[in-house]
């Protein structure tokens, strides 16, 4: 018969290895120190959202609200949730993209820069060109 190998559960730093986590997190607290930025937004809740958020409280941002698309209720995750047409740059010091998709994170970093110039935005979706290289090298 088939032969079952046992797996065993991912560790929190074998499953933030695999995400690429460590490098967002000091990606993320490089572009909050260098920036003096402490009151953030969420900009959509795409994949790995709440990963962003979880880097955004590590790194001791205060988020101002979570904006998206569809914004079902007031709150989400504890946060205020808003619908994206509700987005005000005042009262926040940088923007955070909440998605992990790296394709899906440079569009919206692309976008969100021509419409909010001098607005400091930030992916934390691993860069393409890495995880290119990364399979190539593979």
């Known amino acids: 018969g088939p032969i079952h190998a ?9 499953f933030r290895d695999l995400f690429g986590l460590g490098t967002a997190e000091s990606a993320l607290s490089t572009w ?20 962003v958020i979880q880097l955004a ?3 001791c941002l205060s988020i101002v609200a979570v904006y998206d698309d569809l914004a079902e209720s007031e709150m989400w995750r504890g946060h205020r949730l808003k619908s994206l047409e509700q987005f005000d740059p005042h009262g926040i010091d940088g923007l ?9 994170a440079e569009e919206a970093v692309a976008h969100l820069s021509r419409q909010y110039p001098g607005l400091r935005i930030v992916s934390l979706a691993p860069r393409a060109s890495v995880q290119v ?3 190539v090298a593979a």
């Open 6 to 14: 046992r797996r065993l559960p991912l560790t929190t730093d074998q």
């Open 32 to 51: 909050a120190d260098k920036g003096r930025i402490r009151r953030v937004a969420i900009w959509s809740r795409g994949v790995g959202c709440e990963l």
């Open 57 to 59: 409280k590590e790194t």
């Open 96 to 104: 955070i993209v909440g998605s992990l998709s790296p394709g899906v």
């Open 133 to 135: 290289a990364t399979e």
